[in-house]
């Protein structure tokens, strides 16, 4: 304990991105408010999850981890679920979790500073209404990471994929002002970070009323200091021509996108809601590709959705392999309460070892290429930006390309943020070693 009297919080985080950037604005907020951040449980006076309930699998580890919170409960702790499995389960949280006085979904963190004094009082609060104006405009966000920011650009989603939990646990669609995106990013490098990565459930379908995605790439890309931008995760469909061309022209945008698949299968994809085809998907791969020299893709695959057949399944492996997808992330598919692919004929089920052999053949069919893809790279030269630590006390630091492959070279601690030029040495079949070559010339501090 140290000696100011401050009261205490610590929050952890599971799920995506943008819930990542949801804690850093609730620390924000509860920093103002006379709270310190500190980075264990033990001895806090405000335990925060924020949660995730994108599969079953997330929400039951939320459920292991905050049985196990208990044990560093004092007698005047309080402890609060937020985020999407908050706002999915509501009531039912307070009810089976006994210890937790706290239920906030992810439109509910404005009163987050109030409503953990009245818990601190002892009474318990649910807060999970919608609020289509809300983006946390004037919170400072307490950003975790030092070298690339998270900015949301949109929450909420107005797709309704039939698997999907978000539209029901993020509500509707909005974007943000272009023109407040723009102050984030100057104060974001005022701060010495230059990689700034543009969050939104669909991305790229960003529309503040006046301006579009393209807009977006362009203006965020033209503040002094930004070298890198990436985004995360467009839908196919939201690739027009602008938001392409604006990729192709802006420097700073960098040559990778994590588009998500879920199927090779059009038969799956329409059951699934995607509203695009097969080849609709390989169309737009084919349009980026032709704009973007180099690019990088990766992207989610869904196995094991109802009615999925060997002959889908196939479909979806010959996608992987035409694609040439630089890696992907696979899951089995899991039932959502009240989402439209629960009601699908019980017959339609695909048992759960079927679902586990597809996951497994899928993920060797990615691997097998992106090993065969990588070995090809040793040798060659990239510019990569020193993202973190990767071992402590090995004096290897993780860094990335443009391109989004992850690169171990020697150093320390203070070349953390530093651009460097790197060879690639080796290579474990995902990520690389390398040697710097150089380091690259800092740019003037802008801001
Ligand atoms: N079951 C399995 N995977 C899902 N995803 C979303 N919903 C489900 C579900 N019900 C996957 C999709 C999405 C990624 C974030 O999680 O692939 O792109
Ligand atoms: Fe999980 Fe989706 Fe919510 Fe992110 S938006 S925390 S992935 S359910």
């Known amino acids: 304990m140290d000696s100011s009297s401050r ?4 929050i952890e985080t599971y799920g995506c991105q943008m819930n990542v950037s949801d804690s850093e604005l609730m620390l924000g907020k509860l920093a103002a408010s006379g709270y310190d951040a500190v980075d264990r449980p033990d001895g806090a006076d405000v335990i925060l999850v924020n949660t995730c309930a994108i599969r079953d699998h997330a929400e039951q580890r939320v459920i292991g981890r905050l049985g196990e919170l208990r044990r560093f409960m004092g007698p005047h702790t309080v402890v609060g679920v937020t985020g999407c499995m908050a706002q999915r389960l509501g009531p039912q949280l307070l009810d089976k979790a006994k210890h937790v006085s706290l239920v906030i979904g992810p439109d509910g963190y404005r009163a987050l500073p109030t409503l953990v004094e009245g818990a601190r009082r002892g009474e318990r609060a649910i807060a999970t209404t919608f609020d289509l104006e809300e983006h946390y405009e004037d919170f400072a966000p307490r950003r975790f990471d030092r070298v690339k920011a998270w900015i949301p650009v949109q929450r909420g989603c107005d797709y309704k994929c039939t698997y999907c939990i978000v539209p029901t646990t993020r509500g509707p669609e909005r974007s943000r002002r272009l023109a407040e995106v723009v102050r984030e990013a100057h104060e974001v490098v005022a701060d010495g970070m230059s990689e700034i990565v543009l969050l939104g459930q669909t991305v790229n379908s960003y529309d503040d009323g006046t301006h579009d995605f393209a807009d977006l790439l362009r203006a965020v890309g033209a503040v002094p200091g930004v070298r890198r931008v990436r985004f995360t995760s467009p839908h196919p469909n939201d690739f027009s021509d602008r938001v392409v061309a604006a990729m192709a022209e802006v420097p700073s945008v960098c040559e990778h996108v994590h588009l998500p698949m879920q199927s090779g299968s059009t038969r799956i994809l329409k059951r699934m809601l995607r509203r695009y085809t097969r080849e609709g998907y390989f169309d737009c791969v084919a ?4 704009a ?7 992207t989610d695959v869904i196995v094991g959705f109802p009615g999925e057949t ?6 979806t492996l010959s996608a992987v392999r035409e694609l040439a997808f630089e890696d992907a992330f696979t899951f089995k598919f899991s039932p959502r309460d009240g989402t439209p692919a629960t009601r699908m004929p019980a017959s339609e089920t695909v048992a759960d070892e079927v679902a586990s052999e597809r996951l497994a053949r899928l993920i060797d069919t990615v691997r097998t290429a992106s090993r065969a893809r990588n070995l090809r790279l040793l040798g060659s030269r990239h510019e990569v930006l020193v993202e973190k630590v990767a071992r402590r006390g090995q004096e290897l630091l993780q860094t990335r390309t443009r391109d989004f492959k992850t690169v171990l070279v020697p150093g320390d601690e203070s070349m953390l943020g530093r651009y460097l030029t790197v060879e690639l040495t080796g290579t474990t079949g995902s990520t690389f070693t390398g040697a710097v070559v150089r380091e690259r010339q800092p740019l003037p501090m802008a801001g």
């Open 292 to 298: 973007i020299p180099g690019l990088a893709l990766t």
């Open 7 to 10: 009261p205490t919080v610590y």
């Open 287 to 290: 349009r980026l590709r032709a």
């Open 310 to 315: 060997d002959e889908d399944f196939e479909e």
